[in-house]
């Protein structure tokens, strides 16, 4: 009995509740923030402006996170699509409305809290329980983090853990509330049952085709074509432009010579990285280097380290260029480093290995190198053909005429529903994709052009409705099969439940299920210990429903089950639980819903906050950051 309460205070709030939940501030968002091209930064928060290389270090390390969690390659383009620059954006204003309120109400997390903090992080413990500098530069390497841009972000999720302290320390649920809730969250009730299977449609007698005609005109709803839009649609892309572009091979020859210190695998080093408690013990150890030991060696000898603890194996420049690891690039293998100065102690860097870059030869490249030629070239060209375009249709032009000035096609006689399918139900693989395209072809008046649109996949499309063609009742002949089918399905169903509510009456005038299961030849189920909250493993949820509406045990219930059974249950019992039986749990799910709770208030706080302090976005400047536009584009 005490497992079942716990399952259910585990799962009331995602059941009840589960809308109400905000897990921080860190997920606030950019909607309802008005979006604005008066600032070049990303963002302005009352006085704290989020600049765009901030921002682009911000997506970086996401897209990193994510690539690792997921253990496969993220493409910016797709990752872009999904709106996580958007999501990048938002976390990046809550930090910066966090700045500002802790600002104003004077909150502040001294070095000496955030050493503590930072000390205290399982992250970066040993199994000695000891802080490990040599674990914390892994792991900011792993995230993308310079030292000084994450210390600063960890003392910004802990003045926002000061702020939502402050906002939520009055949020506690009313005992008697909360009691009334466990209560009803915790009843439990048993019951016998069976199963009537259901009838199946080939036991369905074929009717005549008069009967058939009858029900196909009355319920002509699963047999009517829905309403079409005939369209006439030009669409480009950049790669379309792309295809038919001619690049002369020195050009592609000297793109190759430009990128390739960026293709294939760059050099990585193992190196060794050691921290000191103090200079003289920095002095002794190069006193002992300099005599012929490796720092390795030297570093167990004095810091009681194994290998692990500190080579940092396959090391790239460009994630450790602002990390102390960073000098064992400047140095040859084997060579000691300068003593360099962190927050955690001196430090001495020795790389002991490298594995050369490997960068592809032109030759196997070149397909590649070509491909993105084109691709620069087309994007510039996308604009000039699309300003062309827009050109012509100012001046009066039609489509038509205006697609051939710029050199375009028109695609005459798509047709598709309200969800972008044509009469075969196939996806238009461009409307059916974007909502904001639907949404035009949706509302577009016979005869009328809409605007140029963007595409999500960063291509231009126009639309002109022609035709509408009106929802159709399909002929007779083409859906007979269909009609009977539905027919069928329509005469099993009422005959099942007929003979369900018929077993039912039966069972009551009987007194309990026994006599008619046997008659029936069907077995009697048992359930226990039912929750209205809980999935029963065989019961449907309408039985369970309709269990939790008896009012007293030995009261007969039918409701439909999988599948197109019926149910037939006897009440045998009801359970309930005060909170006084299962403190643990009343606890739980009192804390949960002070949770909810707490939630709302930081939802309100948030409002009033973005109200109050202003809050800008710059979406240009957004899209521009992760290469949607072009720096034209903001002059």
Do not use: C
């Not at 009066?396 to 710029?406: F, K, Y």
């Not at 249950?569 to 749990?585: K, N, V």
């Not at 819903?593 to 976005?617: K, S």
């Amino acid at each position: 009995m005490l497992e079942i309460l716990r399952n259910a205070a585990a799962s009331w709030v995602a059941k009840i509740f589960f809308g109400l939940l905000i897990a921080s501030f860190a997920l606030w968002g950019i909607n309802g923030i008005f979006l604005t091209n008066n600032t070049q930064s990303v963002a302005v928060v009352g006085e704290t402006k989020v600049t765009e290389a901030a921002f682009q270090r911000a997506f970086q390390r996401t897209m990193r996170r994510i690539q690792v969690e997921s253990g496969q390659a993220v493409d910016q383009q797709a990752a872009v699509a999904a709106g996580l620059h958007y999501q990048v954006a938002g976390d990046l204003v809550a930090r910066a409305i966090f700045t500002e309120v802790a600002a104003q109400n004077g909150f502040t997390v001294t070095d000496a809290q955030l050493q503590e903090a930072l000390r205290a992080s399982p992250a970066f413990i040993d199994d000695f329980g000891k802080f490990d500098r040599l674990r914390f530069d892994q792991t900011l390497r792993s995230m993308g983090y310079a030292e000084e841009e994450f210390l600063q972000a960890m003392r910004t999720d802990l003045l926002r853990e000061q702020i939502v302290g402050a906002v939520t320390s009055a949020a506690i649920a009313p005992k008697a509330m909360a009691a009334a809730l466990f209560q009803r969250r915790a009843e439990q009730r048993a019951a016998r049952y069976v199963v009537l299977p259901a009838i199946n449609i080939d036991d369905i007698a074929t009717p005549d085709e008069a009967t058939l005609k009858a029900y196909y005109e009355a319920t002509p709803g699963p047999f009517t074509a829905p309403e079409y839009r005939n369209l006439s649609v030009l669409h480009i892309t950049a790669a379309m432009l792309a295809e038919g572009i001619t690049i002369d091979e020195d050009e592609i020859k000297n793109h190759y010579d430009r990128r390739k210190h960026a293709l294939g695998a760059a050099e990585t080093r193992d190196m060794v990285l050691a921290v000191f408690p103090d200079q003289a013990a920095v002095s002794t150890a190069r006193a002992r280097v300099n005599a012929g030991e490796t720092l390795l060696a030297v570093a167990k000898d004095m810091l009681d380290k194994t290998d692990d603890d500190l080579i940092l194996r396959d090391v790239l420049l460009n994630d450790v260029i602002d990390a102390p690891a960073g000098v064992g690039f400047a140095i040859e293998i084997g060579a000691l480093s300068d003593p360099v100065d962190t927050g955690f102690g001196p430090t001495l860097v020795s790389p002991i290995a490298v594995t050369p870059a490997d960068r592809p030869a032109y030759n196997e490249v070149r397909a590649k190198m070509l491909l993105e030629l084109q691709e620069e070239r087309a994007a510039d060209m996308l604009f000039d053909v699309v300003n062309a375009l827009e050109d012509e249709r100012a001046g009066g032009a039609d489509l038509e005429t205006a697609a051939a000035t710029a050199g375009l096609s028109v695609d005459h006689g798509v047709i598709v529903d309200a969800a972008g399918r044509d009469q075969t139900g196939t996806p238009h693989d461009v409307i059916a994709a974007d909502p904001a395209l639907l949404d035009e072809v949706n509302t577009l008046l016979p005869g009328i052009e809409s605007l140029l649109l963007e595409t999500v996949e960063g291509g231009f499309i126009v639309l002109r409705l022609d035709e509408v063609i009106p929802a159709t009742l399909k002929p007779f002949e083409d859906v007979k099969d269909q009609v009977l089918t539905t027919w069928k399905q329509r005469e099993a169903t009422a005959l099942t439940q007929t003979r369900a509510l018929t077993v039912g009456n039966q069972v009551r005038d009987a007194g309990n299920l026994d006599k008619v299961a046997e008659e029936l030849g069907v077995k009697i189920e048992q359930a226990l210990a039912v929750n209205r909250y809980v999935k029963h493993e065989s019961l449907s949820q309408a039985a369970v429903e309709v269990l939790f509406n008896a009012e007293a045990p030995g009261e007969i219930v039918e409701a439909g089950g999988d599948n197109g059974t019926y149910i037939i249950a006897e009440l045998t019992g009801i359970q309930r639980f005060s909170a006084a039986d299962a403190p643990a749990q009343f606890a739980a799910m009192r804390e949960d819903f002070n949770a909810v709770l707490a939630n709302e208030m930081l939802r309100h706080y948030q409002v009033a906050v973005q109200d109050e302090l202003g809050v800008t976005i710059n979406q240009t400047v957004v899209d521009r950051a992760v290469g949607i536009i072009d720096e034209g584009d903001l002059q």
